[in-house]
């Protein structure tokens, strides 16, 4: 099983700026990576899959990067709807998430 | 846009069997090239991918899970089910049943439905 260790845990930031998130797979995914938002009592809600493309209706200032075991998912300017937790996950069976960046309001 | 909705005992004693259901609205689970999916979430492991089935029936368990878990659809009833045998304390969780075109992610969640295994 995969393991995707998430840095860093918590990221205080203030709106309008930018957000950097990372995701290390412990073997190589290639390019099989997605990020989901949470919000508390909400489900998880696709952002990024195949690590680059945004899912319908995500705004361009999100965007993902990255191959292989090292993934990063930026946030050009946050808005601030944009706060809560962001999870990794890869779709190598058995698919597995990583545990989670907690962004919150600086 | 499709709905889904979990439904199913909040409360489960231990041994038992979990059984909960995902009822799709405004779309059909026999119809389109998707997979019908399981999520679940606790505290102690995080989110945890279950399973899914394939409209075709075909399934596909997480091994950690496997040797307990059935998923299964009710086409007549525009539904699918999670069936987890002989639970424990760990497998309380917020359960969640989603779908995608593909296996592996998920562009549409249900709300989520907490289930406690207790005595």
Redesign the interface.
């Known amino acids: 099983e995969i393991v995707l260790t998430q840095s860093p845990g918590t990221l205080s930031l203030s709106p309008g700026e930018r957000a950097t998130l990372s995701c290390r797979a412990s073997q190589s995914v290639s390019s099989d990576l997605a990020w989901y938002l949470q919000k508390p009592g909400q489900a998880p809600r696709l952002l990024i899959y195949d690590t680059s493309s945004r899912a319908a209706g995500i705004p361009d200032r999100f965007s993902g990067s990255g191959s292989g075991t090292d993934f990063t998912l930026t946030i050009s300017r946050l808005e601030p709807e944009d706060f809560g937790v962001y999870y990794c996950q890869q779709y190598s069976s058995p698919y597995t998430f990583g545990q989670g960046t907690k962004l919150e309001i600086k | 846009q499709v709905q889904l909705q979990e439904s199913g005992p909040g409360l489960v004693k231990p041994s038992e069997t979990l059984s909960l259901t995902c009822t799709v609205s405004r779309g059909s689970v026999s119809s389109g090239r998707f997979y019908w999916s399981w999520v679940r979430q606790s505290p102690e492991k995080?989110?945890?991918?279950i399973g899914y089935i394939y409209y075709s029936g075909s399934t596909?368990y997480?091994?950690?899970l496997r040797s307990r878990v059935t998923i299964s659809l009710d086409t007549s009833r525009n539904q699918f089910s999670l069936k987890l045998t002989s639970v424990t304390a760990a497998d309380t969780a917020v359960y969640?049943c989603?779908r995608d075109s593909?296996?592996?992610?998920?562009?549409v969640?249900?709300?989520?439905t907490l289930v406690t295994v207790s005595s």
């Open positions: 995080g989110l945890e991918w596909n997480n091994p950690s969640y989603a593909a296996p592996s992610r998920w562009y969640w249900g709300q989520g």
